[in-house]
């Protein structure tokens, strides 16, 4: 486990850009080999998870720039006849709408910064309806602090969801630190999967 930012005097927002920076040139240097080969691992260690199982309604992301590649994760949803939920940015309200997706090659199309997205006009899913989330970002740690990308989007989405719905991360192992720089407002997440290990949140 990579140590943590210790205080800097920037302050908290700082040390987030600084953490956040280095993180993300640390994954974008792996080799495509590497990626490949974890980013599977990820996804099975997920997809074996009674709680992705068991539900019917999943929150999932698609891949952008050097993040894990979740497709696998996605295929195995639609496989199982889930309902599968992918956000879409509304930059205008600052928040994430989520769209059902039947088919990734059909209803997926590049949208805010290029990331891949669902076309406007699939069914919108409501927050409140999803059985299990998957929560991107660029580090995590053990209990349960996440970095994301700046933006807050899932901070102010995963307060609409409903209490007790499992909100799991998938990460690099260099995206797993000590400590993670956050404000009390920052989303957490329950639980964290690696390419070599599932780690429960141990947070209070």
Not at 47 to 58: E, K, T
Not at 83 to 110: E, Y
């Amino acid at each position: 486990m990579l140590p943590g930012p210790s205080a800097r005097p920037g302050g908290l927002h700082e040390a987030k850009r600084a953490l956040r920076a280095r993180v993300l040139a640390e994954r974008n240097a792996l080799a495509a080999a590497v990626h490949s080969d974890q980013s599977a691992r990820i996804a099975a260690r997920l997809a074996g998870l009674d709680s992705f199982r068991h539900a019917g309604v999943v929150l999932l992301t698609l891949p952008f720039g050097s993040e894990w590649d979740t497709r696998p994760l996605a295929v195995a949803a639609l496989s199982q006849r889930k309902t599968l939920a992918i956000p879409r940015v509304d930059a205008g309200a600052k928040m994430l709408v989520l769209h059902a997706v039947t088919d990734l090659a059909r209803d997926i199309a590049p949208g805010f910064r290029a990331i891949p997205e669902p076309l406007a006009a699939t069914p919108v899913v409501a927050p409140d309806a999803l059985d299990w989330i998957l929560v991107p970002g660029v580090a995590f740690d053990a209990s349960g602090g996440r970095l994301g990308y700046g933006g807050g989007y899932y901070d102010r989405l995963l307060p609409l969801c409903r209490a007790g719905v499992p909100r799991i991360a998938g990460a690099f192992e260099l995206q797993f630190l000590d400590r993670v720089p956050a404000a009390p407002h920052d989303a957490h997440i329950d639980a964290i999967a690696t390419p070599d290990r599932f780690v429960i949140a141990s947070r209070p």
